[in-house]
């Protein structure tokens, strides 16, 4: 079975710096892409960042400048450096993973990290 496991969240002051981190565990033979969504309280589920396996990024204009996404392919492991935060980075936010496992393709999901930014 494949699991994702975030973790780096936290609270931090407007302004402020976090970096998370992702790492998939299991019968795993290969992750093709991998990204960050969040989620705040009465909103819906928004893609924050994306990277492939060879390193292309994209970013939701909202972070574009103060976030950056990247992967350590040797550890199946995906971060998010957040720089900059605000009040509205406030949500939860979980990983994602498009991969191959012993049970075929498949996406996965974490199980969400909170970050609240508040002064």
């Known amino acids: 079975q494949v699991q994702l496991v975030e973790s780096g969240g936290g609270l931090v002051q407007p302004g402020g710096s976090l970096r998370l981190s992702c790492a998939a565990s299991?019968?795993?033979?290969?992750?093709?892409?991998m990204g960050w969504y969040r989620q705040a309280p009465g909103k819906q589920r928004e893609l924050v960042a994306g990277?492939?396996?060879?390193?292309?990024?994209n970013y939701a204009d909202s972070v574009k400048g103060r976030f950056t996404i990247s992967r350590d392919n040797a550890k199946n492991t995906v971060y998010l450096q957040m720089n900059s935060l605000k009040p509205e980075d406030t949500a939860v936010y979980y990983c994602?993973?498009?991969?191959?496992?012993?049970?075929?393709?498949?996406?996965?999901w974490g199980q969400g990290t909170q970050v609240t930014v508040s002064s």
């Open positions: 299991g019968s795993i033979f290969s992750i093709y892409a």
């Open positions: 990277i492939t396996r060879g390193g292309s990024t």
């Open positions: 994602n993973a498009d991969l191959m496992s012993s049970r075929g393709r498949t996406t996965c």
